[in-house]
């Protein structure tokens, strides 16, 4: 047996090797051009690895929500999950990547058209189209999957799942288009207004604005439309617990979005095809990895300092908020500054969480902390660690697609609540969206028992 794996250590070395196009001298010489073909499979397995782990974070946004909500809606937000990634992979092809990236050319949009996916063989460029659709529209839906957490236990499904196809198909690719599709906040030869005004171009690399800040602007206004469960705030101003079903589902699910969270900022390279992009994404790994570890310590550490004991939730958040905080720029900072900035994300969310309840709005999971207010954040500390970055554009980008996101959704909300109506009855949301809305219980052993709130 030991012989038969040297033979496949080998094997896999020589394969390797094959590969890269390497010669023997090519390890030490980091000068030594990539083959062409070469470059074009690495640069698309970056895309497909990367996509696939963000893909994986869909499982992660459903278990951290199945965990975060009471058992009797747990099988709503699975659906909710599985059926709006669904909407997200159909409505971006349809529609939203080439509204996105065909034709911007400074300007607002693109095209209104399907995206052509070339035949095996006839692919051109530096990756395959194929590739890049699929690692653009899992972005896509990762937007989608935080509004979902956020108006969780009170919204019926259909009307979110439309709000979900306006979201994935108009709202998220139009904003994006501003940037990675090169359209008025992006910077070059031909598009220069932001740089002539704030010195500098916009600057987000892996989304902590055009992904996070949009999802957790939808799911602010959405909040303030739907309003609060039923119960959770009392008229005497006291804020009433409403425990999740499972924690050990909570922290799985906050697990997988921060190993997924490695295929999201380090494949947002977008190149792999030489020694220095490889060593960019290895970077971009390591300072992801230390902002979250930094956003979990510095909101276990305050939590003690400020109510005496340690709350798991705030902790998972504090990872999250530390990974979203550190998207927007995960490559320049050093480890030390990493630290620091997915630090400040675990800040926000101890004192925003209670802030939210004090201003009454219903949060289930904390989306808007760790998504809005530290993807905010996060855009904002760019030119701390970037010097092609200005506060300037920094602030003009974050503003112009807040406002726009903020003005669509409310427009979107407003006219489901009117037509098709947001909120089932008191009587329904009593009894639990998975019995009202969908007719299966995630835990039946326990449903219309002891554990209704």
Known sequence: MKKNYQIYGLSFAAAGLLVLGAEPSFA????TAVPADSKYVLNTLLFLVGGFLVMWMAAGFAMLEAGMVRSKNVAMQCTKNIALYSIAGL????????????????????????????????DTGDYSAASDWFFQMVFCATTASIVSGALAERIKLWPFLLFVVVLTGFIYPIQGAWKWGAGWLASGADV????SVAGA??????????????????ALTGALILGARKGKYGPDGRVHAMPGSSMPLATLGTFILWLGWFGFNGGSQLAMGSISDVSSVSRIFVNTNLAAAGGVVV?????????????LTMALNGALAGLVSITAEPLTPSPLWAILIGGAGGVIVVFAVPLLDKLKIDDVVGAIPVHLLAG??????????????????QGIGVGSIGLFVVATSLVTWTVLKYTMGLRPSEEQEAAGLDQAEIGLEAYPEFGSGSQRI
């Open 201 to 218: 171009e916009f600057q987000d690399f892996a989304g902590s604005t055009i992904v996070h800040s949009v999802g957790g602007w939808a």
């Open 91 to 122: 409505v971006f092809w349809v529609v939203g990547y080439n509204l996105m990236y065909d034709g911007v050319d400074g300007g607002l949009l693109g095209s209104f058209t399907a995206k052509v996916i070339p035949d095996p063989g006839s």
């Open 28 to 31: 030490q010489d980091a000068t």
């Open 376 to 393: 905010i954040w996060g855009t904002l500390a760019v030119p701390l660690t970037n010097s092609d970055a200005s506060f300037m554009a």
């Open 192 to 195: 220069s207004w932001i740089k």
């Open 299 to 311: 909101a276990m550490v305050l939590n003690q300092i400020l109510y005496g004991k340690v709350d």
